[in-house]
Structure formats: C-alpha cells, structure tokens
C-alpha cells in the first residue's frame, strides 16, 4: 500500500481502515491474577464480583469444582463445567462473539487449567503412540504446554470483560537463591504470568498482634518485592490491602475502574496540548547541530 493512499484512510474516527477512540472512551475493564495458598479465600473474592453491580453479569469457568465457596453468598454467579480443552475453546468464542451480557469472567485456577491442558496433549499423543507413557511428559510435551498457556492466558486477557485468574502459590529461590512466592505454575509460565496481566495479587493471611490477641488478617499484596511477585500496572492501589471477612471486590473496583474513569475524564477537560512548531522544517543545519 501506497503512503499516500494510507493518509486517504486518515478520518477523524478511523485510521487505515481501523478504529480510533480515546483512552477515556474504552470500557473500563481489568485483568488480574489473585494468588495464594489454598484456603485463603481466592474463589470466594473473585467470585464476590457479583456484590458489585458494575461487574455483573458473572461467569465462573469451573475448572476444580470449586462453586461450593461461592453458593451460599454469591448465588447469582453463573457457572459452566470444563471437562475438555474443546470445550474450553468453545466457551471462549462464545465470550469472544459478544452479545452474552458477562461483564466479568472467573477462571478458577490456572493451576488446574495448566495441568488440565497437559492431561489434553499426552491423552492425545497417547491416542498416536500408544507406546509412550502418559505420565511422563517429554521436553516436547512441556513446550506445548506452555505456549497454550500463553495463548490461553492472552486471548482471555484481551476480552472486553473484566477478567479474574486465580491459582495456587509455590515458594522457589531466585537468581540469587533467596526463596520467592510466585504463582504455581510450571516452568517459565510461574514468572511470565505477571508480565501478561495488569495486576498480580498476592493473597496471604497473616497474624498480628491487637490488644494483647492473636487475630488472622488477610492480605492482598500488589508490589512486588525480594519475596513475593506482585504487580499493579495501575499505580492506584495501595501495596498492601487489607479485606475483611466477608469482604468483596468493591474496593478493588473502586480503585481500579472508578477512579480510574473520573481522572481521565477530568484530565481530558482540563489537559490543553502543547503547540508544536516547525515540526516538519527541521534544516540540514539543525540536524549537524543536534548529532553533534
């Protein structure tokens, strides 16, 4: 294609043929990944989107069998049961076609979709080499594996929806042999997985100390540190967050999407571009003189 027909497809809304709108203007959607040991209570915060209106309707893709958590407090969350890679796919086109009303999308645990995957690719190499071993995955195998994950976990990421990850936590040592809390995951994919998703949590609970008791805490970690891997790309929630027993997703929410949406609206009203002059009458002079 020409340059000069690509400049014809420059309109006030599209550009070559695509889209334009403002940053402001895209829905306000996150995706995250909530981590920790079991029993610290992942599901049921993922699933508490319900309790905000905003995230509503709610699907839970049931990879553990894990609705138990959610059926007394968040009925209203709707689940479907995954019982082959197949289906899966199919459950993401129908996400990926629109028109389903879900705003948000649970994925419990990509601990289990993981090895959930791995069980697909030896059954079905077993279905062609019935000689070799399925529980014993080759280099091959595991390669396999972590590409689909990658793919897995991107192609619902990119979903105009809100979308929670959760999995299990596993201690390793870094590069210097300290130990470090990373998502468990195998292989490569335990320390790519923060790299993929705007926001990476932490969930531990802790023990302090208040008037003389021993109380248990739980704690959502968003920074990272020598220990833990953690992240929040959108620099507003706090490094530590506190949630309550019984607590929901309407503090995450509000830090992440609402504040998010009324600071951007007021910076479009406010923000005035500064002027750029002779932008395109750079003189030879002006080169020499600036790669000196």
């Known amino acids: 294609m020409s340059t000069i027909s690509t400049i014809k497809e420059l309109t006030p809304t599209t550009i070559a043929g695509l889209k334009l709108e403002r940053v402001a203007d895209v829905p306000p959607h996150f995706n995250m990944l909530i981590y920790g040991r079991s029993g610290t209570g992942k599901t049921y915060l993922a699933g508490s989107a319900y309790a905000v209106p905003e995230m509503r309707r709610v699907l839970y893709i049931d990879i553990e069998g894990g609705v138990l958590t959610l059926r007394k407090e968040f009925p209203g969350v709707e689940r479907v049961r995954i019982s082959s890679w197949k289906e899966m796919q199919r459950v993401y086109d129908a996400l990926y076609a629109g028109g389903h009303g879900f705003q948000t999308v649970i994925l419990d645990s990509l601990t289990e ?142 830090l992440i999407v609402r504040q998010t949406a009324s600071r951007a609206a007021a910076k479009i009203e406010d923000a005035k571009p500064k002027p750029v002059t002779g932008f395109d009458l750079v003189t030879d002079a002006e080169i020499v003189n600036a790669t000196r």
């Open 113 to 254: 979709i993981q090895k959930f995957n791995m069980d697909e690719i030896m059954r079905r190499l077993i279905e062609s080499n019935e000689a070799r071993d399925e529980d014993v995955p080759s280099l091959r195998e595991w390669g396999k594996n972590l590409e689909q994950i990658r793919r897995f976990v991107r192609a619902f990421r990119d979903l105009p929806l809100n979308v929670i990850f959760t999995a299990l936590e596993r201690e390793d040592m870094d590069r210097l042999k300290r130990p470090i809390k990373l998502p468990s995951l195998s292989g490569k994919m335990a320390q790519e997985v923060a790299a993929f998703l705007d926001i990476v949590l932490y969930y531990n609970i802790k023990e302090v100390n208040e008037g003389g008791e021993t109380k248990q805490v739980r704690v959502l970690q968003s920074q990272a540190t020598e220990s833990v891997v953690a992240k929040d790309r959108s620099g507003l929630l706090p490094p530590a967050l506190i949630i309550p027993d019984q607590g929901t997703m309407e503090p995450l929410f509000d």
